[in-house]
Nanobody, 125 residues
Framework: QVQLVESGGGLVQAGGSLRLSCAAS????????MGWFRQAPGKEREFVAA????????YYADSRKGRFTISRDNDKNTVHLQMNSLKPEDTAVYYC??????????????????WGQGTQVTVSS
């Protein structure tokens, strides 16, 4: 089991940047692939990005490629999401989550069993 706490959200103007962080507790953090999802009001939670346990592979939703970068530091039990060129449609609560092998692909939210409480990102036009 791993406990997750997100931080770094806030209010930013369109075109700006934010760096989200997810701090994990638990000695097994480095064994999990990690993902970021987001949920806007009235919408389903959607995949943003994921990274394998070693950090060797990363995955992005098509609309976020080139603007968002996921990274992790297993020594510090953290995973980050660097978000650049933000748009108003990026406004949402952003969640980090730990992926469980065998439950599904990293794109599938049902394959994640540990979630943080979320951090609000608001992009003004």
């Amino acid at each position: 089991q791993v406990q997750l706490v997100e931080s770094g959200g806030g209010l930013v103007q369109a075109g700006g940047s934010l760096r989200l962080s997810c701090a994990a507790s638990g000695r097994t953090f480095s064994t999990y692939a990690m993902g970021w999802f987001r949920q806007a009001p009235g919408k389903e939670r959607e995949f943003v990005a994921a990274i394998t346990w070693s950090g060797g592979y990363t995955y992005y939703a098509d609309s976020r490629k080139g603007r968002f970068t996921i990274s992790r530091d297993n020594d510090k039990n953290t995973v980050h999401l660097q978000m650049n060129s933000l748009k108003p449609e990026d406004t949402a609560v952003y969640y980090c989550a730990a992926h469980v092998d065998g439950l599904g692909s990293v794109f599938d939210r049902s394959a994640y069993t540990n979630w943080g409480q979320g951090t609000q990102v608001t992009v003004s036009s």
